[in-house]
């Protein structure tokens, strides 16, 4: 029996969203924030998409988003905040544990493949 700890309902779905796991990831190793356009450059998303998914991250305290100006250009930074680099690193401990109670199933029950099923990874 899985812990209920380690369910995959209990993935907090705000960080569940690949775009938004990419954003994140990216955040935890720039102490210091990222700008919008290297964000969005590592993430390889648009300038909406972008937007989009830091507008639900900062509508939940999760990033910070600071505009300032370099000389007369404009810089949006964004940070992730102290409660947001919590709540991800949980999600992650959750994430880890589900996979590795998946694998750890997977490696134990039959499978559910007939004979004559292709084996995952090879070619028909």
Known sequence: MTDSAHHPASLEKLFHEPSRLAILSAL????????FTELRDQCHLTDG????HLKALEAERVVRIRKTFVGD???TTVELTHDGLGRFSLYLDTLAAVL????????HEPSSFSATSTPLGSHA
């Open 49 to 52: 998409n972008l937007s989009r």
């Open 100 to 107: 590795q109670d998946a694998r750890r199933a997977a490696r």
């Open 28 to 35: 935890c190793t720039a102490r210091k924030g990222l700008s």
């Open 73 to 75: 250009k404009p810089r």
